[in-house]
């Protein structure tokens, strides 16, 4: 029913890590560039990270994460992780997974939305 579905939110310590995944019921997924977003108590939601859907793919980072967190795919699963260490208290958000056949992705421009899961992390 729901075309992108995220997992793994959840309360973790400054320093831990934690891993969200996304699957997707998009065909075909292999098209799709996939992103993480994030949006922070009280701001708008704002681009985590992105990988496209061709082969050797482009990935961007946001500054704030860059060597923090990972993104992959696996378009035989049609799922995208967002790797995340050494996570701090600023990384407390709703996490979105996203997919659109644009890149670089735009928030304004995705084509599929997840509902969100939360992460939360204490100091």
């Known amino acids: 029913q729901e075309r992108l579905v995220e997992s793994g939110g959840g309360l973790v310590q400054a320093g831990d890590s934690l891993s969200l995944s996304c699957t997707a019921s998009?065909?075909?997924?292999?098209?799709?560039?996939v992103a993480w977003f994030r949006q922070l108590p009280g701001q708008n939601r704002e681009p985590v990270a992105s990988?496209?859907?061709?082969?050797?793919?482009?990935?961007y980072y946001a500054d704030s994460v860059r060597g923090r967190f990972t993104i992959t795919r696996d378009n035989t699963k049609s799922t995208t992780e967002l790797q995340m260490h050494n996570l701090q208290p600023e990384d407390t958000a709703t996490y979105f997974c996203?997919?659109?056949?644009?890149?670089?992705?735009?928030?304004?421009?995705?084509?599929?939305w997840g509902k969100g899961i939360l992460v939360t992390v204490s100091s």
């Open positions: 998009l065909q075909p997924f292999s098209r799709f560039a």
């Open positions: 996203a997919a659109g056949t644009v890149y670089p992705v735009r928030s304004n421009a995705m084509d599929y």
């Open positions: 990988i496209s859907w061709w082969t050797g793919g482009s990935i």
